[in-house]
């Protein structure tokens, strides 16, 4: 935790996951290999993952109670991968109890509850994470160093398309809460992820113009809007149920060069007439790097490419413009 004293600095930091769904099973299958942390509990409402789970890592405590992660005295750490419309209740319960927290996006439904999250970390001064992707992808990060360098030019624009043939996607289709439209969606499943990353380089985003198409029932099947981040204009384009490729896809348009971000790590440079492949070298960044970064932030040292709950925030209110 933040204010660890030196000697307890190389200590490993005693972790607890609450929710085992396809995010909580990719960060165990990280954490139980990671050196800055021994994974102590696991807690899912699903008693039949437990039963998996539990003969392939006895070291591990399962359970079906999340009380035995927030609550608990013997950790210093907690994952949240449950449904968005708790991670108030167990963030605050974890920090009042002396817990860093990393969640997963977004950081709350109600802005109130991310409110709510974001005051207990400044109040306690603990680490406080969420796991947006792209936070610390190594495409992100050349683009970054592009952008320091003057290399855009004038930054005219920015369009965000995305489309999804099938919502939910395949991996998700156990979480039934991600087709519903009280807490899930690809707004708020997947275009928080880009409209993160335009905050983090452009600066903070202002909605202008936002809506979402409704099916009769279930999450939106198109959503559409004008952001600003200052002055910049920030297009978005989404469907969901389209006849064609599920696409992934963030462009900056500069007076000098442009940038396109495709399928989350492919970057590509609009240089001399045309779209150049940009090879990266290095971590592409992952659930390990960002785990790395959170074990950092917990022993004290700030990092730049992980999110905190301010940031998160701050997508969380331009995300549920859409839905208002």
């Given at each position: 935790m933040i204010g660890w004293r030196e000697a307890d600095r190389m200590q490993e930091i005693r972790l607890g996951i609450v929710g085992l769904g396809a995010?909580?099973?990719?960060?165990?299958?990280?954490?139980?290999?990671?050196?800055d942390f021994t994974l102590v509990r696991a807690v899912d409402l699903d008693q039949r993952t437990l039963d998996r789970l539990a003969p392939v890592h006895p070291e591990v405590s399962f359970g079906t109670d999340a009380s035995a992660v927030v609550d608990a005295p013997d950790l210093d750490a907690v994952y949240l991968a449950?449904?968005?419309?708790?991670?108030?209740?167990?963030?605050?319960?974890a920090l009042d109890s002396g817990k860093a927290v990393f969640c997963e996006k977004p950081l709350a439904i109600d802005l109130a509850d991310g409110q709510r999250m974001h005051a207990a970390a400044t109040r306690t001064g603990l680490a406080n994470a969420v796991n947006f992707a792209?936070?610390?992808?190594?495409?992100?990060?050349?683009?970054?160093?592009?952008?320091?360098?003057?290399?855009?030019?004038?930054?005219?624009?920015?369009d965000i398309r995305l489309q999804f043939p099938l919502w939910p996607r395949d991996f998700q289709s156990a979480a039934t809460w991600v087709a519903g439209r009280e807490q899930g969606g690809f707004v708020r499943e997947v275009l928080s992820h880009f409209a993160y990353l335009t905050d983090r380089l452009l600066g903070p985003l202002r909605p202008e113009y936002v809506s979402v198409d409704y099916p009769d029932s279930?999450?939106?099947?198109?959503?559409?809007?004008?952001?600003?981040?200052?002055?910049?204009?920030?297009?978005?384009?989404?469907?969901?149920?389209?006849?064609?490729?599920?696409?992934?896809?963030?462009?900056?348009?500069?007076?000098?060069?442009?940038?396109?971000?495709?399928?989350?790590?492919?970057?590509?440079?609009?240089?001399?007439?045309?779209?150049?492949?940009?090879?990266?070298?290095?971590?592409?960044?992952?659930?390990?790097?960002?785990?790395?970064?959170?074990?950092?932030?917990?022993?004290?040292?700030?990092?730049?490419?992980?999110?905190?709950?301010?940031?998160?925030?701050?997508?969380?209110?331009?995300?549920?413009a859409f839905h208002r």
């Open positions: 995010m909580g099973m990719e960060m165990l299958d990280t954490a139980v290999k990671h050196p449950t449904p968005p419309s708790s991670h108030a209740a167990l963030t605050l319960r792209l936070s610390d992808r190594l495409a992100v990060l050349e683009i970054e160093r592009h952008l320091r360098r003057g290399d855009a030019g004038t930054v005219r624009g920015v279930g999450s939106e099947t198109a959503a559409r809007g004008l952001l600003r981040a200052g002055e910049v204009p920030v297009h978005v384009s989404a469907i969901a149920g389209q006849a064609g490729p599920e696409v992934y896809e963030w462009t900056l348009w500069g007076t000098r060069r442009s940038y396109r971000l495709r399928d989350w790590a492919d970057l590509s440079i609009w240089d001399a007439g045309s779209w150049r492949p940009v090879g990266l070298a290095g971590e592409r960044g992952s659930e390990y790097t960002r785990l790395s970064q959170f074990a950092a932030a917990i022993r004290g040292t700030s990092q730049a490419n992980l999110a905190d709950f301010a940031t998160a925030l701050r997508v969380q209110e331009v995300i549920e």
